[in-house]
Each structure stands twice: as structure tokens, then as C-alpha cells.
């Protein structure tokens, strides 16, 4: 359970600053960084929703020198986090949060299969022969893309769609739509597949499944769909003359108008056309796309390694401070010394009878007194003349000559 909330507060917190973080980014530059940029900083948010990155810190940990527990002559004090969860509230917790997520991946699925049943009793490929056929291969050498991926045709009235992970398929409407526009939105879509979009929508469902209570997980959500269309425009129209630009956003506006939007589009596919909050949006960041300078580019790059490392360190501040469940945590932990009272020997030094004993723990040696009751014991006697006389054990009797008694370690 303690391990299960410090993996969760981390992931969440660490996703959820710099999901902010790249807000604010956007809003101060005012968008002046490319969509790229942008695109970039809500995936590096995503990675840090799904990583537990604060084990990488742990694990370089393991090579330093340095040892967390702190001693004090033969007592040893172990820090650890002072705050506490009760036990019971934690289970609660992860009753709740398991809940969620069963339910959430559950709607998933069913919303998934509903749509690819949809799509395979309504869709075909296209034969080889066909113009389509054609112009999409051109594209696809053009691309230089080696791994297969298909092309058919869809009796639904619906947007062009890119679909399948393992069988890449691009979907098209089955009513006509001119040349040039096919070219562009045939381009379009294999960008998005060239750039592993598909798999980032994948990763964001799963992000959504884990951390269904964060409401900043639903705002990637759209981030994500909104940026890897921006994205994927810039890639499009750079090479473009603002003439065949403004021709690209009639081809959008021509799919949106004839086009049905599916309501949970952002994990089933990869849809050509937008909604109708983003489109002039996306129609202004297409029409003035330009290539970033060197200072821009360096600027991104730093802002993106600012991003990583901010990241970094909210997971491991949110894993250090994630209070502790209460019965597996304690404030301290005291190890006291052992005292092994196994005598060997006395020295006659005048005073009360002590025992010198070591513990196992520590050097410093602990003085506990002995009583004066009649003890078995190997005296040795102050050296005099040539050697030292040493007696046999025998029993001693009381006696004011104080005798010190060392006590050695097995």
C-alpha cells in the first residue's frame, strides 16, 4: 500500500507541473514557438503521467558513499517521513482508485470495439489498379515509408481516419473529393503515422485509465489531439506557397462540413478534420508557418530540458514527502546496543567494583556496576620485580580493594 501511493502522487504530481508548466510557456511566448514545440512539451507531460521516474534517482543512489542513517555512539537513528496515513483510509483509497480504473478501461474497450466493428463491416481496400491506389503509393515512396500500410474506402460519412496500430489503415469517405485534396489529406495522415501518433493517443488512454480522478489528465486529453494536428500542419504546408496554404484549409473546411465527428475520436484514430473551437485556430498557426531560427531552436531546447528537469525533481520531492502508511512507518528507529557480560578478567585499581563491557555496535565502551557478591574471576595482580604472578580462579571475598572487571566481545 505505501509503495503503491508514493508510485501514484508522484506520477500524478510530476505530469501535472509540467503539464502547467508548458501552459504557461505557450501564453507567455504567445505561441511563438512552433507547434512542434509545443507538441513535444504535452508529450514530455505524458511521459512524466505514466514513468515513475524517482526510480532512476534511486537507483544512482545505491552508487554514492554516503549512509541516510545517522549514529550516536551505540545507538543508530534512522530518518523517515513523519507524516501518516491510518491504514484503513489508505485501502479505502485504493478501492476507490482500482474502482475507477476498472470502470474507465472497461468503457474503453467496449467504445473501441463498438467503433472497429463499425469500420470493418462498412470499409474495403482499394485495388492496386485504382487512381487513389496511386496516388497514395506516390506518397508513400515519396516518404520514404517501408513498413505496410493500407488504404480503403468507408460507406460512413465521417472524416478521413488514420486506424490500426499493428494493421495501419487510412480511411477514406467514399464521396468524391478532387485530386489535390486527396494528395494533401493523403499526406496528412501518413505524417501522422510516420510520427507514431497513434501510439501517443494509446499512451494518453492509458494515462486517463491510471489517473481518471486528475482532472489535468482530461485537459491532455485535448492538448495532445489539438498539438499533434497543428503539428502534423506544420509539416504539411512548410514547403507550401501561401497559395496552395489557403487551398489546404479549404480541403479542411470542405471535411468538416461533410464530415461526423466521432464523440471519443482522440484515442480511436487519428481524424483529418478538427472541431469547430480549434479550427480557426489551426487555420491561423497553418497560414503562418515559418522555420525557426537557430536562437529559437535553442531556446526550445532549453525550455524542454528545463521541463525534463523540473519534472524529475517533482517526482522525487513527491515521492519523499507522500505520507506513510501508519502501521508499516515509525519516526525512528532506536537500535540499542548488546551487551555480551562474558568475564575474563579483573585489574586491581582501587574503587567500587565496575564492569567494562563493549557492545556489538559501537567502540565505546559502557561502564555497568557489579555487585559485591562473591564472583568467579581471573585476577592479575600489579607487576612487581621480574613478572607478574597470576592466581588460579578462586572465590573472592568482600573487600574494600575495588577491582575493575573488562569484559571481552565474542
Given at each position: 500500500m505505501n509503495e503503491w501511493l508514493r508510485i501514484l502522487v508522484s506520477l500524478t504530481v510530476a505530469g501535472s507541473v509540467v503539464l502547467l508548466l508548458s501552459f504557461l510557456i505557450t501564453y507567455v511566448t504567445k505561441e511563438s514557438l512552433s507547434a512542434k514545440w509545443s507538441y513535444w512539451s504535452r508529450k514530455m507531460s505524458l511521459f512524466f503521467f505514466l514513468?515513475?521516474?524517482?526510480?532512476?534517482?534511486e537507483f544512482l543512489s545505491i552508487f554514492r558513499k554516503e549512509n541516510p542513517d545517522i549514529s550516536f555512539g551505540s545507538q543508530s537513528v534512522i530518518h523517515q517521513n513523519t507524516l501518516s496515513l491510518p491504514l484503513t483510509f489508505v485501502q479505502v483509497l485504493f478501492a476507490v482508485w482500482i474502482t475507477g480504473v476498472i470502470v474507465t478501461s472497461v468503457w474503453a474497450f467496449f467504445s473501441y470495439q463498438r467503433f472497429m466493428k463499425k469500420m470493418k463491416a462498412s470499409c474495403f481496400i482499394l485495388s492496386e489498379e485504382s487512381e487513389v491506389r496511386k496516388l497514395f503509393n506516390k506518397n508513400v515512396n515519396r516518404m520514404n515509408l517501408s513498413t505496410a500500410i493500407e488504404i480503403a474506402y468507408c460507406n460512413c460519412n465521417m472524416s478521413p481516419v488514420f486506424i490500426g496500430i499493428f494493421k495501419p489503415i487510412i480511411v477514406l469517405p467514399i464521396y468524391k473529393i478532387p485530386n489535390d485534396e486527396l494528395d494533401m489529406i493523403i499526406k496528412h495522415e501518413l505524417i501522422h503515422f510516420k510520427k507514431k501518433d497513434l501510439w501517443i493517443r494509446r499512451a494518453v488512454l492509458i494515462a486517463s485509465i491510471v489517473h481518471w480522478y486528475n482532472p489535468f489528465v482530461y485537459l491532455l486529453q485535448k492538448e495532445?489531439?489539438?498539438?499533434?494536428?497543428?503539428?502534423?500542419?506544420?509539416?504539411?504546408?512548410?514547403?507550401?506557397?501561401q497559395t496552395e496554404r489557403k487551398k489546404y484549409g479549404e480541403t479542411i473546411l470542405n471535411m468538416i462540413e461533410r464530415a461526423n465527428l466521432h464523440p471519443d475520436s482522440y484515442f480511436l484514430g487519428v481524424f483529418f478534420s478538427t472541431e469547430q473551437l480549434n479550427l480557426k485556430r489551426r487555420l491561423i498557426k497553418m497560414l503562418h508557418v515559418k522555420k525557426m531560427s537557430k536562437s529559437v531552436m535553442a531556446l526550445s531546447t532549453f525550455a524542454l530540458l528545463g521541463l525534463g528537469s523540473i519534472g524529475v525533481g517533482g517526482a522525487v520531492l513527491a515521492q519523499q514527502n507522500t505520507p506513510s502508511v501508519s502501521e508499516e512507518d515509525k519516526v525512528a528507529e532506536l537500535v540499542p546496543a548488546k551487551e555480551n557480560k562474558t568475564e575474563v578478567g579483573s585489574i586491581e585499581v582501587g574503587g567500587p567494583t565496575e564492569t567494562l563491557s563493549v557492545s556489538e555496535e559501537s567502540d565505546v565502551p559502557k561502564l555497568v556496576p557489579v555487585s559485591e557478591n562473591k564472583t568467579e574471576v581471573t585476577e592479575v595482580e600489579s607487576i612487581e620485580g621480574e613478572g607478574a604472578t597470576q592466581n588460579t580462579p578462586s572465590d573472592s571475598e568482600e573487600s574494600d580493594v575495588p577491582k575493575l572487571v573488562i569484559i571481552s566481545q565474542h
Open positions: 514513468v515513475p521516474i524517482f526510480f532512476t534517482t495532445v489531439h489539438l498539438w499533434s494536428e497543428l503539428s502534423c500542419d506544420e509539416d504539411v504546408v512548410m514547403e507550401m506557397s
